[in-house]
């Protein structure tokens, strides 16, 4: 599996994945098919050209997963923030998850961050057990997720240094 950042040029690669992401784990994320199946071009080449973005591809170039990290509005400078982790379902627990997980990490020490986070669904308990295995510490902060308030996410950090 070859972990590759994605480029501006990408975002047909990164939108396809996204949405099948969206279309076989819907309660993970955030977002919703729906609204993200209405983003026009523009929106996806925005989105990789604004937020580093890496894809797990297999050996025949198929997308078996993504991962992103950005600073995150409000969070300290030197925190990267976790997003829309996902591998399929096909190759899970074969390492891809983690591998992208580490991805973000050394990408976050080559821009001297402090710290990795990321928000996680209560219920998401294989997301869990990954972020945990990975060095993330829970920390008790929690919120209603925004388009389903009847859930719950906590903020996960990963300390670097």
Known sequence: ???????????????????RALREDPTVFGSSLAREE?????????????????????STGTPRGIV?????????????HVVALWVAPEVRRQGIGWRLLD??????????????????????????????RA?????????ELQRDPERIEERYVLTLR
């Open 38 to 58: 209405m983003f026009k071009e523009s929106h996806w080449r925005m989105r990789v050209r604004t937020v580093s973005t890496w894809v797990a591809l297999d």
């Open 103 to 132: 991805t973000v990490r050394l990408a976050a020490v080559d821009e001297d961050a402090r710290t990795v986070s990321l928000w996680m669904v209560d219920d998401n308990h294989a997301a869990g057990d990954l972020y945990v």
């Open 1 to 19: 599996m070859l972990i590759r950042r994605v480029a501006e040029d990408d975002w047909a690669v990164v939108r396809d994945v996204r949405l």
């Open 68 to 80: 992103s990290m950005l600073l995150e509005p409000g969070s300290p400078a030197d925190d990267r």
């Open 135 to 143: 060095g993330f510490a829970r920390t008790g902060e929690r919120h």
